[in-house]
């Protein structure tokens, strides 16, 4: 094979002829999402409740009574704190701002005057 030739070559060809192997899988297709059942999400979730970070033992117990791996279990955590850190932020900015609109929307007493407050 010339390399004048490779523009009639078909990219699988190509490929075949070379000396490295390739196994049709990218990096995103070699991940998978767990879907995680009900009984799991509720187990999980009132653990959490408890402890927002998991002990090593609590992290194997859990593992093995819900037929996940110890890695999925950490995992679920990392991801649960990172959830419970955007709900806090988000609630923090609502208070803020509904306590900005009650300051813009309090009414100014006009019978107050500055002349009539006296010093201690």
Request: glycine content about 0%.
């Amino acid at each position: 094979m010339s390399l004048l030739n490779l523009q009639f070559i078909k990219p699988a060809d190509l490929i075949n002829n070379f000396s490295f192997s390739y196994t049709g899988r990218t990096r995103t297709k070699d991940k998978y999402r767990v879907v995680y059942t009900d009984l799991q999400r509720l187990e999980l979730e009132k653990e959490f409740h408890f402890n927002r970070y998991i002990t090593i033992t609590r992290k194997t117990e859990l593992s093995k009574m819900l037929s996940l791996s110890e890695r999925q279990v950490k995992i679920w955590f990392q991801n649960r704190r990172a959830k419970q850190r955007k709900i806090d932020k988000k609630r923090e900015e609502t208070i803020i701002n509904e306590n900005s609109k009650q300051l813009i929307q309090t009414p100014v007493d006009s019978n107050y005057s500055i002349e009539s407050c006296s010093p201690l």
